[in-house]
């Protein structure tokens, strides 16, 4: 059964930083595509970032320059380190895995965890 399970969120002041983790179980971040996505209530959800078993990462343009994802293939975890937030970055965190390469659409996730919450104060 495979599990994700996301922690790192809180409340921070505009400029702050958080950073994202995800731990895996009964799937290898290693070896699967990846990817980070928020919603806001009543909003669409929206990826944020992505890599690949390439490593290759992918950006939203709202959060290039801004946001690192990476993976740690020894603790089967997957991290978003968020610099310089704002207040538009505030929403429910979610990590997502695929078994193909999904980019920054949902659609093609198989596999989610239960969020965490952001909240970036102006």
């Known amino acids: 059964q495979v599990q994700l399970v996301e922690s790192g969120g809180g409340s921070v002041q505009t400029g702050g930083s958080l950073r994202l983790s995800c731990i895996a179980s009964g799937w290898s971040v290693a070896h699967k595509n990846m990817g980070w996505f928020r919603q806001v209530a009543g909003k669409e959800r929206e990826g944020v970032a992505a890599i690949g078993s390439d490593y290759r990462p992918i950006y939203a343009d709202s959060v290039k320059g801004r946001f690192a994802i990476s993976k740690d293939n020894a603790k089967n975890a997957l991290y978003l380190q968020m610099n310089t937030l704002k207040p538009e970055d505030s929403g429910m965190y979610y990590c997502?895995?695929?078994?193909?390469?999904?980019?920054?659409?949902?659609?093609?996730?198989?596999?989610w965890g239960q969020g965490t919450q952001v909240t970036v104060s102006a």
């Open positions: 997502a895995g695929a078994l193909w390469a999904a980019g920054l659409d949902g659609k093609f996730y198989s596999y």
